[in-house]
């Protein structure tokens, strides 16, 4: 006998497509005309206000909910997600009585969720490494020696890192030009579709996490859009790699969607083409089975799924303290550009134009690369029995250079 799908007192959360019903309640920051940003759950088209919770005596989030940042929430450790999800649970369950302290979506706005204190990026989809690595190395050395055995990233700036609906502007930059360098307004921008990992919890430094530590330290996730000047980017990566190119921005979205929320979708990764060193190894799958997936002014470009991807987050995090770096409550883990195989899969424009060679079609106009005024949205979502993990709006518009 299936059992009976749990639904919520507030009806919208109970609606087909829904991205937040209660088997979700993702939590983010918000503030409503007149009043401080504070932490909400989100649940429908509403969100529960947990300062007010808190006030009530309903949760217990040990005096962080009225913080303009989950920081202090996530750093009480797992035992204190795990109670406050539940009583959570408890609250909004369709059965519950006691009045509950909402605040309209579309009276909300939403900040940023964390003070993130370090980002890094990583390139762990072998389709995007693979076809990046053919329009410049060509296909019999695409893939770098070193990639199917550990994985690349580089340390991005956590100052640029935005909410959702935060306008990006495009960047001026040195670029190659036919007579030696040029200064210049970026000419290919580009978007990269991933998803990124919070950190909740702090590492020692000089030592290591093992794949099932660094798994245990994730709160949850958001997607994330690394935005990249691919042409300032080809001209200052070597040897260090990308740094100015990557710097303009980093858009996230509002709603961090927990690990609790995603358990029953984990799903393998990608076939592994050697045998990882041990301790890259996992003992149970570390990705999700996660519609993912990009818009350009309104219309889908792309989708796949999140489990093409080599490396998890978690073996990405391990990987980061091997050398006994530390990490800290309200890192930023990117997965690297989330890519299939076919070209409607694709999570960036560089792949899918294939360096900008083969035009794509939006909304009846051609595009290599992304226009100033362009709207760029990030989507993914998992589908249940009869219910869906969403994460929301992610989207960023491009702004002119400041020449």
């Not at 750093?75 to 369950?93: F, Q, Y």
């Not at 200064?183 to 579709?193: F, I």
């Not at 470009?301 to 987050?313: E, F, G, L, P, Q």
Request: proline letters at 7%; aromatic letters at 8%; a negative charge.
């Amino acid at each position: 006998m299936m059992a009976k799908l749990l639904r919520s007192r507030v009806a919208s959360a109970n609606e087909p497509g829904c991205d937040f019903p209660i088997q979700n309640l993702p939590y983010g920051v918000f503030s409503t005309e007149g009043s401080a940003p504070r932490c909400g759950v989100a649940i429908g088209d509403s969100i529960l206000d947990l300062a007010a919770c808190e006030a009530q005596g309903l949760v217990d989030g040990a005096g962080t909910f009225a913080q303009p940042q989950l920081n202090g929430f996530i750093a009480l450790g797992r035992p204190k997600w795990d109670a406050v999800r539940a009583a959570l649970s408890r609250l909004l369950a369709e059965d519950a009585t006691h009045e509950l302290p909402l605040v309209s979506m579309a009276d909300a706005t939403l900040h940023l969720p964390i003070k993130v204190n370090e980002f890094t990026d990583f390139y762990a989809s072998k389709n995007h490494a693979f076809n990046v690595g053919v329009l410049f190395r060509g296909p019999d050395n695409a893939l770098p020696p070193q990639w199917t055995h550990m994985p690349i990233g580089y340390n991005g700036r956590a100052s640029s890192v935005v909410v959702s609906g935060t306008p990006i502007r495009r960047p001026m930059g040195q670029i190659k030009g036919e007579n030696g360098p040029e200064w210049t307004a970026c000419r290919r921008l580009d978007l990269e579709l991933e998803l990124g990992a919070i950190v909740g919890g702090d590492s020692t430094m000089g030592e290591r996490l093992t794949v099932e530590e660094a798994e245990a330290l994730i709160f949850g996730y958001v997607l994330l859009n690394d935005w990249s000047a691919r042409d300032i980017q080809a001209w200052e990566y070597q040897p260090l790699g990308p740094f100015q190119s990557k710097a303009l921005g980093t858009t996230i979205s509002p709603w961090i969607v927990t690990q609790a929320a995603l358990e029953p979708f984990r799903s393998a990764g990608a076939e592994r083409l050697n045998p990882l060193l041990p301790y890259l190894k996992e003992d149970r799958p570390g990705f999700y089975d996660l519609d993912i997936g990009w818009t350009m002014n309104g219309q889908t470009m792309a989708r796949t799924n999140y489990n093409v991807m080599y490396y998890s987050s978690a073996q990405q995090l391990a990987h980061h303290t091997e050398s006994g770096c530390p990490m800290r409550v309200g890192d930023l883990i990117g997965s690297g550009t989330i890519s299939g195989p076919r070209r409607e899969e694709t999570g960036a424009l560089l792949e899918m134009t294939q360096a900008g060679k083969e035009p794509v079609t939006v909304n009846g106009e051609s595009r290599t690369f992304i226009h100033d005024g362009d709207e760029i949205g990030l989507f993914a979502h998992a589908d249940g029995e009869g219910y869906r993990i969403g994460f929301g709006p992610c989207t960023g518009r491009i702004l002119p250079a400041r020449t």
